[in-house]
């Protein structure tokens, strides 16, 4: 009993300290608590994620992708808010936009096990090249693929280069993109021009203390409408799965990193019909 105290005690300290650092710019801050972090990450593992599991079994509980068939883990990011559909949350706007927007195709770059890649092949008719360099990501990304019964349409590459994009020009195109920090190397329209004629849903991310769309924005904003999303806190009671845990349950099951988290979608600008009759 005493020690079930012990550790209740040093999980407070834990919410506390993670909700004090949760979208601060403060990156030092944040780099502190990494290891907080993986603590939390290894009882979400072993205690949280049975759990809800076993309510949801490996479907999706609600978002963008509700219904979708689920791995048993992930390659990156958090399992539990992926299973929930709470993962990336500010995102589900931008992705309801585009999954009536009509693209042919989805280029996911740093697809991980697939989550978007297969949730965006649920339910849109494009086709899915999604690429990993890690092979063990790619292997998961088909497996995911096979479970949703749209391993026809997904296809599953390795590193995706910028001279890439130009094999892609004059489809209708969005692109997908996670890949820590490496966005500012790979989406440059001056290098790809096929790129100012395409979507983009990017996450960015710091680097050396700046955003990486201090770099992207100026390069797309002529060409694009951008909308910036930021990371916003979690409601708890919109996912049935967790009704009935502690507060303290909630908050580390919908956690899903400590550093602050930006993301853009970049639409390009196309002629009006009155501009082109």
Request: charged content about 25%; proline content about 4%; overall charge negative.
């Amino acid at each position: 009993m005493t020690s079930d105290r012990n550790a209740d005690r040093i999980a407070d300290r834990l919410v506390q300290a993670l909700e004090g650092v949760l979208g601060n710019a403060d990156s030092a801050a944040t780099e502190k608590l990494e290891a907080a972090f993986q603590v939390v990450a290894a009882y979400n593992a072993t205690t949280l994620k049975p759990l809800i599991a076993a309510r949801l079994g490996t479907l999706v509980e609600s978002g963008p992708f509700a219904g979708m068939r689920f791995l048993g883990r992930v390659a990156e990011g958090a399992y539990i808010p992926k299973l929930l559909g709470s993962y990336e949350a500010e995102l589900h706007p931008a992705i309801e936009k585009a999954v009536t927007a009509g693209y042919d195709t989805v280029i996911n770059i740093g697809c991980a096990e697939g989550y978007y890649a297969i949730g965006l092949a649920r339910r849109m008719a494009s086709a899915i090249h999604a690429f990993d360099i890690d092979e063990d990501a790619q292997r998961l990304c088909r497996e995911l693929a096979a479970l949703n019964g749209v391993q026809d349409r997904v296809a599953v590459g390795q590193a995706f280069r910028t001279a890439d994009f130009a094999g892609y020009a004059g489809r209708q195109v969005l692109v997908v993109c996670d890949i820590e920090g490496a966005e500012m190397a790979l989406l440059d329209p001056a290098a790809a021009p096929a790129l100012r004629g395409m979507d983009l849903l990017v996450e960015i991310h710091r680097v050396d203390g700046a955003w990486t769309s201090d770099i992207l924005f100026p390069r797309f904003e002529a060409s694009h409408v951008i909308v910036e999303y930021r990371q916003q806190p979690r409601d708890a009671a919109r996912y049935p799965a967790l009704a009935d845990l502690s507060d303290r349950q909630r908050f580390f099951a919908l956690l899903e990193r400590t550093e602050e988290t930006r993301w853009a979608f970049l639409e390009a600008r196309r002629p009006s019909s009155a501009a082109t009759a």
